[in-house]
């Protein structure tokens, strides 16, 4: 400790190392306070998680409510956001429609592009089967010229149970997903969450 001036008077400096140097706890308390905090830190998380949950299902509801989504467009959109997830390997890869086609050839129906120019803008990779609400269905493996981006494009004939889907882009599980249907062709966009096109 030092002694300005050699008058044996403490600093301030001093007087307070010996203040928090004279203060103790004791260990029992020191683990109550540290599992205290843990407990909080752990309600905070659990919390978020709830108030998260609870944005999504509110998000959901009102889709409902307003007749924007039923349960079966939102089976569709999470089947899509399941398959883009699953990264699963292509069954036939191509870089045009006509080359997947050929090697699809288990599909009834025509692989096409959407109408939208944006198509035309990216990279065929291939395609695999697939199914979408249970009817076969083709998940073509799209990516942005440079191939740092990758889309998956789900697309099947309208069937019985498969008509007039639209639905705004909704995000499951990081992957935001749009549903439409352009003439006889139901579509399904699902992109990386933050991935623009």
């Known amino acids: 400790m030092s002694d300005k001036g050699g008058s044996g008077a403490l600093t301030p400096e001093d007087e307070l190392i010996n203040f928090f140097q004279s203060q103790q ?5 020191l683990n109550s306070i540290i599992d205290e905090a843990q407990t909080t830190r752990q309600w905070r998380a659990v919390g978020l998680a709830l108030v998260a949950s609870l944005v999504m299902a509110s998000v959901f509801l009102v889709l409902h409510q307003n007749g924007l989504m039923s349960q079966r467009t939102e089976m569709v959109l999470r089947e899509a956001a399941l398959n883009h997830n699953t ?12 080359e997947l086609q050929a090697s699809l050839d288990k599909l009834s129906f025509e692989i096409k592009l959407p109408d939208s120019d944006l ?12 199914t979408i609400s249970g009817k076969l269905a083709a998940h073509l493996k799209l990516a942005s010229p440079d191939k740092s981006k990758h889309y998956s494009l789900f697309l099947t004939p309208i069937a019985e149970n498969l008509d007039a889907m ?10 935001d997903v749009k549903l439409w249907q352009e003439k006889d062709v139901i579509y399904a ?5 933050g991935d623009t096109l």
Not at 25 to 29: D, K, L, M, P, V
Not at 87 to 98: F, G, N, S, Y
Request: charged share 25%; net charge positive.
């Open 189 to 193: 966009l699902a992109k990386s969450t």
């Open 166 to 175: 639209n639905s705004p882009e909704v995000k499951f599980a990081g992957v």
């Open 119 to 130: 198509y035309k803008k990216l990279v065929l990779v291939g395609g695999r089967y697939c």
């Open 87 to 98: 990264k699963l390997r292509m069954d036939a890869e191509a870089t045009t429609v006509q």
């Open 25 to 29: 706890i004791s260990y029992g308390r």
